[in-house]
């Protein structure tokens, strides 16, 4: 049979067809520019071209604009916000950045330090002000309203279906912006391959028409032969040649390339690595039908060193940099430098700003599973030793992931109880969870006596407890506390059972059993001025406010939350100081206080202002501000102070406050009707 020879160098993969696709996205651009923005999701199968597409865009677009890029990757599907915060932190470290935007440093910038820890170095001199962490989707949506402000801006989020929950929230927090400004958040994932939570937000975005959505469709056969016609540049390559790569790849361009990639690298005569058949006779042309087998094929040509450098790249992630890499591949630098140049010779990897970046998922995929499972246990341990002593600010979760894969495994639970905490920090309770079970199961691994493991348990499930709570799972919450509050009593462990005490009060008061969670508020008290824990101190009297209220003993409420704010007074003011003043206001209101109900209650709006531009704490001193003007039956000053969050539950869900506000909303407005 005639063999495929080729003398022409490969050519770099043209970028075929797609023309209608890059006009959508103009479409898209353009209503933006006109501050009509909105969310354009791209979705395709692995390998379609989803990313090679808007990178291709990008680059065609000529006016000024500010550009933030992050990526989903599979290893940090886990870490909170980990797409944001490589936007910034790649968009900070390229300079991109007008930081004179932010003079003199807002309220809620602070709230950022977690997604770009070295934001105070772009403000020298100068104290950002504190923020609470909670605050990022807020604090996130304001620095992009500052920066499209400036000019237009796009935000291109890359494999979101390895994107962490908090992303997708603040996913769904920025669409329903985007229509009044100058942005354009561009997305792409493999629908297929999307969680339950992010497809149903999609779904609702749908039908709110907040997203305009398109699915990218595999190459036709004339665009197949162009695009293996560009990469072999040759116009004459047999017909037979061009229809089997058609056949074989159906219009994928991943597979197209790679199976181009692959008879070319095979060598002059790519026939002469396929096996006979039952006759003797070779195929004209074979194609593994899997693309794992291609890549396999394209794998096999590097050399032993270079093979084996590239699975250590793959255990990294698909990102990784020379430096972790020669220390954990323990290569000598010129081995590790020609490895290197011949993976971007072959297409396997490209340079980015900070280092190397697989071209495509798959290629790192294949590359891990062709290591032995001894040797990715090995890689793992290296990684994470090299991770924990080289890496200053190094994230708690990544090294929890290497530990946890790593041939010692128990060394991941401290850091898994650190990536837990970091996430109930930033209220991503579902990766707390996950966090708290891995942890929980390596102790039960451990090999060490139950008593000495007690206190380590005791936090994981203080963690644990939080994360079902926060994600409607109360009654398991509150047994993982029982059992927990048995552990620390048998003890004598105070400090922990004050935290104990806590989070119960927190779960029955969300149960609905306003009377347990006022005991349970009261115990923390007692333990908090044991121990002189002025933050237990300021949870517990919180607690014993609203619980006060709910069971009608406003004077008690009243002294309680007075001793809050005087504490609070004598130093750094607490994050939920607005509310406490709401509190106090609607305890006022519920003696007859009046100018001091509205007094409290209006002190409480203007703080939230001052703390945070708009955000959940300003919905609820305005809820509470309006709550108090109910109680005089000043219906309509009610309404008009609620109403610029009246809608608020559309975008953050129906949250309890959400519901009182609507409630109170509702009553007013029944109330003007019936006496005008």
């Known amino acids: ?57 990008l680059a065609q677009q000529t006016r000024p604009f500010h550009l933030l890029t992050g990526r989903g990757h599979e290893f940090e599907s886990m870490i909170p916000y980990a797409p944001l915060a490589q936007a910034l932190r790649a968009a900070a470290a390229e ?69 962490d929950a908090p992303t997708w929230s603040f996913i769904g927090y920025l669409a329903q912006r985007a229509p009044q400004l100058p942005l354009l958040l561009v997305g792409t994932a493999r629908a297929e391959d999307l969680p339950p939570e992010p497809a149903r937000l999609l779904r609702k975005l749908k039908r709110q028409q907040l997203v305009e959505t398109r699915s990218l469709a595999r190459l036709s056969r004339a665009e197949t032969d162009a695009l293996v016609r560009a990469m072999m540049a040759d116009d004459r390559l047999d017909p037979v040649f061009l229809r089997r790569i058609y056949e074989e790849t159906e219009g994928n361009p991943f597979f197209i390339i790679e199976t181009i990639r692959a008879v070319r690298e095979a060598g002059g005569d790519w026939t002469e690595s396929v096996p006979t058949d039952a ?31 590239l699975g250590v790249a793959a255990a990294i992630g698909r990102e990784f940099d020379f430096r972790l890499l020669q220390a954990v591949s323990q290569s000598d ?10 993976w971007l ?11 190397y970046d697989f071209t495509h998922e798959k290629l790192s995929q294949v590359a891990y599973e062709q290591l032995s499972r001894a040797r990715r246990q090995w890689i793992h341990l290296q990684i994470a030793n090299f991770l924990a002593a080289e890496t200053a600010d190094a994230n708690p979760a990544q090294l929890a992931h290497h530990y946890y894969l790593s041939s010692d495994p128990g060394r991941a639970l401290p850091f898994l109880a650190q990536a ?73 462990d105070v400090a922990r059972l004050a935290r104990i005490f806590r989070r119960s009060a927190q779960i029955f008061w969300l149960q609905g059993s306003p009377q347990t969670a006022d005991a349970y508020a009261r115990r923390t008290l007692r333990h908090a001025e ?49 509310a406490v003043y709401g509190y106090l206001g609607v305890a006022y209101a519920r003696v007859g206080s009046w100018q001091r109900a509205i007094d409290a209650a209006q002190h409480g709006l203007e703080l939230a202002r001052e703390a945070l531009a708009g955000g959940a704490m300003t919905t609820v001193a305005r809820m ?9 039956r000043e219906w309509a000053q009610a309404a008009e102070v609620a109403a610029p969050i009246e809608d608020a539950w559309q975008e953050e869900g129906m949250t309890p406050y959400a519901f009182m506000l609507r409630s109170g909303v509702c009553r007013c407005r029944a109330k003007q009707a019936a006496d005008p």
């Open 420 to 492: 837990g905490q970091r996430a109930l920090t930033v209220r991503s309770y579902a990766e707390a969870r996950e966090f708290g079970l891995r942890a929980i199961g390596l102790l039960g691994r451990a090999p060490r006596p139950g008593a000495q493991q007690a206190p380590e348990r005791i936090d994981l499930n203080l963690q644990l407890a939080q994360a079902y709570a926060f994600t409607g799972a109360l009654p398991r919450a509150l047994t993982i506390l029982q059992e927990t509050e048995r552990t620390a009593e048998m003890l004598g």
């Open 530 to 578: 044991e121990l002189d824990d002025a933050r237990l101190r300021f949870a517990a009297l919180r607690m014993l406010g609203r619980a006060s209220i709910v069971l009608s003993a406003y004077d008690d409420a009243i002294v309680t939350l007075l001793r809050y704010v005087d504490l609070a007074d004598k130093g750094a003011p607490p994050a939920d100081l607005p």
């Open 95 to 163: 300079n991109s950045l007008p930081w004179r935007l932010f003079q003199p440093p807002p309220a809620w910038l602070g709230a950022l330090t977690p997604l770009l820890p070295d934001l105070p170095a772009h403000f020298p001199g100068q104290a950002l002000p504190a923020a609470p962490q909670q605050h990022v989707v807020e604090s996130l949506g304001s620095f992009l309203l500052t920066l499209c402000r400036h000019r237009p801006l796009i935000l291109y989020l890359d494999n979101l279906h390895w994107a």
């Open 279 to 309: 006759s003797g006779e070779r195929p004209f042309f074979a194609i593994p039908l899997q693309v794992q087998a291609v890549i396999e094929s394209r794998l096999d040509k590097l050399g032993e060193a270079s093979r084996a450098a």
């Open 624 to 632: 509470q501000l309006a709550f108090v003007y109910a109680e005089l």
């Open 1 to 57: 049979p005639p063999s495929i020879r080729l003398s022409a160098p490969l050519s770099a993969a043209a970028f075929i067809g797609r023309t209608p696709d890059l006009q959508w996205l103009d479409d898209q651009w353009r209503l933006a520019q006109r501050a009509q923005g909105g969310f354009a999701f791209i979705q395709g199968e692995s390998g379609i071209g989803k990313t090679r597409l808007v990178e291709e865009w």
């Open 333 to 342: 630098t010129e081995t590790l430098l020609n490895a290197l140049d011949e």
């Open 345 to 355: 010779e072959r297409g396997l990897v490209r340079e980015t700003r900070d280092g």
